[in-house]
C-alpha cells in the first residue's frame, strides 16, 4: 500500500467557463472546491438552480488526499458520455476536493455518445485549464489532554509550532484538539511529551 500523500492539488475558487457551441449545443462547465460530497453535491444543486431550465446538468467529483473518493453522472444523457468524461478530466489535471458540473443547452443536433463524451470532458478540461490551483498540506487533528499544571509548557509547545487550540473543555484536565500538518505530526507529538514529562497524552483522530 502506497504512503499517504503529504500535500495535494485542489481548486482555489468556484468558476466556469462556456467554450464555443457545438452544433448548436451550450456547454458551461462549473467548477469549484468541495472537501466532502455534501459539499460536492451542494455545488451541483446550486448549479442546478442557476440554470434551471438547462436540459442536463452532468457532474463528476474526486475526494481525499488521494482522490481515492469519486462520483460521476450522466443525468440523462447516455451511459458514460457525460460523467465519465468529466472525472477523467479532473483526474487527468490532477486536482483532488474538486467538483466539476456540466450544464448542457440543447441545439437540436444529437452529437453522438462520442461527440458528447468531447464535449463535455472538452468543456470541464478547459474549465479546469483556467481556474487557480491550491496547493494542499494534509492535516491531522490530534487530541491533547494534559494537567493544569503542564498548561504553561503545552501552551510553549503550541507557541513554538504556531497551533491553535481548538474544542477547549476544562474538567478535571484540559482537552483541546489541533490541526497539524501531517509531516509534522511525530515531530509536534514529541515535544509535547518531552515537555510535560510524558504526562500530556495526543490522540489522532483523522487523517493518519
Same mark, same amino acid.
Request: charged residues 25%; hydrophobic residues 45%; aromatic residues 6%.
Given at each position: 500500500?502506497?504512503?499517504?500523500?503529504?500535500?495535494?492539488?485542489?481548486?482555489?475558487?468556484?468558476?466556469?467557463?462556456?467554450?464555443?457551441?457545438?452544433?448548436?449545443?451550450?456547454?458551461?462547465?462549473?467548477?469549484?472546491?468541495?472537501?466532502?460530497?455534501? /459539499?460536492?453535491?451542494?455545488?451541483?444543486?446550486?448549479?442546478?438552480?442557476?440554470?434551471?431550465?438547462?436540459?442536463?446538468?452532468?457532474?463528476?467529483?474526486?475526494?481525499?488526499?488521494?482522490?481515492?473518493?469519486?462520483?460521476?453522472?450522466?443525468?440523462?444523457?447516455?451511459?458514460?458520455?457525460?460523467?465519465?468524461?468529466?472525472?477523467?478530466?479532473?483526474?487527468?489535471?490532477?486536482?483532488?476536493?474538486?467538483?466539476?458540473?456540466? +450544464?448542457?443547452?440543447?441545439?437540436?443536433?444529437?452529437?453522438?455518445?462520442?461527440?458528447?463524451?468531447?464535449?463535455?470532458?472538452?468543456?470541464?478540461?478547459?474549465?479546469?485549464?483556467?481556474?487557480?490551483?491550491?496547493?494542499?498540506? +494534509?492535516?491531522?487533528?490530534?487530541?491533547?489532554?494534559?494537567?493544569?499544571?503542564?498548561?504553561?509548557?503545552?501552551?510553549?509547545?503550541?507557541?513554538?509550532?504556531?497551533?491553535?487550540?481548538?474544542?477547549?473543555?476544562?474538567?478535571?484536565?484540559?482537552?483541546?484538539?489541533?490541526?497539524?500538518?501531517?509531516?509534522?505530526?511525530?515531530?509536534?507529538?514529541?515535544?509535547?511529551?518531552?515537555?510535560?514529562?510524558?504526562?500530556?497524552?495526543? /490522540?489522532?483522530?483523522?487523517?493518519?
Amino acid at each position: 500500500m502506497s504512503a499517504a500523500p503529504e500535500r495535494f492539488t485542489t481548486l482555489a475558487a468556484a468558476s466556469r467557463y462556456e467554450p464555443e457551441k457545438i452544433k448548436g449545443s451550450r456547454f458551461i462547465a462549473c467548477v469549484a472546491p468541495a472537501a466532502t460530497s455534501e /459539499e460536492a453535491s451542494g455545488f451541483v444543486e446550486s448549479v442546478r438552480a442557476d440554470f434551471s431550465d438547462a436540459r442536463h446538468v452532468c457532474f463528476a467529483w474526486r475526494l481525499g488526499a488521494a482522490g481515492d473518493v469519486t462520483r460521476s453522472n450522466d443525468d440523462g444523457e447516455p451511459s458514460g458520455s457525460a460523467g465519465r468524461p468529466i472525472l477523467m478530466q479532473i483526474e487527468g489535471h490532477e486536482v483532488s476536493n474538486a467538483v466539476a458540473a456540466v +450544464v448542457r443547452y440543447f441545439g437540436g443536433v444529437k452529437l453522438g455518445v462520442g461527440g458528447l463524451m468531447r464535449a463535455y470532458g472538452g468543456a470541464a478540461g478547459q474549465a479546469l485549464d483556467r481556474a487557480e490551483l491550491l496547493e494542499v498540506e +494534509v492535516q491531522v487533528r490530534l487530541r491533547c489532554v494534559h494537567s493544569y499544571g503542564d498548561s504553561g509548557a503545552v501552551q510553549g509547545v503550541l507557541a513554538a509550532w504556531d497551533l491553535t487550540a481548538q474544542d477547549e473543555e476544562y474538567g478535571e484536565a484540559v482537552c483541546f484538539s489541533i490541526d497539524v500538518g501531517l509531516r509534522a505530526v511525530e515531530a509536534v507529538e514529541t515535544a509535547l511529551r518531552d515537555a510535560t514529562a510524558a504526562r500530556a497524552t495526543t /490522540e489522532r483522530l483523522e487523517g493518519a
